[in-house]
């Protein structure tokens, strides 16, 4: 019984992280304001992740804004902060950085 516990339990906890990070910027709005190939109000996620080629601190400097929200980089329209926790935000930056 222990045993079938434990297995039920590591997939639970595996499941938990089985979410793509595109199936996460579904759920979490992102694409109310962005498309991976063009602008809409935002920036779109290839815009984004050629701005940022070859930017060893990218990932964290756009979890951070995912998270936080902020203004000035693409035009005037600010993004606003995001209800994400620190490991979603950084799963979304890696993916939109992984565009191409």
């Known amino acids: 019984m222990k045993k079938v516990i434990f297995l039920f339990s590591l997939f ?3 499941s938990a992280y089985a979410v793509a990070p595109a199936d996460l910027a579904k759920a979490k709005n992102c694409f109310a304001c962005h498309a991976t190939d063009k602008k809409l ?3 779109s996620y290839k815009d984004v992740a050629a701005k940022y080629k070859g930017d ?3 990932a964290g400097k ?3 804004k995912i998270k936080k929200g902020g ?5 005037a329209m600010p993004m606003p ?3 994400v926790s620190d ?3 950084k799963d979304l930056a890696k ?3 992984s565009i191409k």
């Not at 203004?71 to 035009?75: D, E, H, L, Y």
């Open 95 to 97: 993916w939109v950085l």
């Open 62 to 64: 756009l979890a951070d």
């Open 87 to 89: 490991a979603e935000a």
């Open 81 to 83: 902060p995001n209800t």
């Open 56 to 58: 060893a601190s990218a």
């Open 41 to 43: 109000i935002g920036p």
């Open 71 to 75: 203004s000035g980089v693409w035009g």
């Open 12 to 14: 639970i906890v595996s």
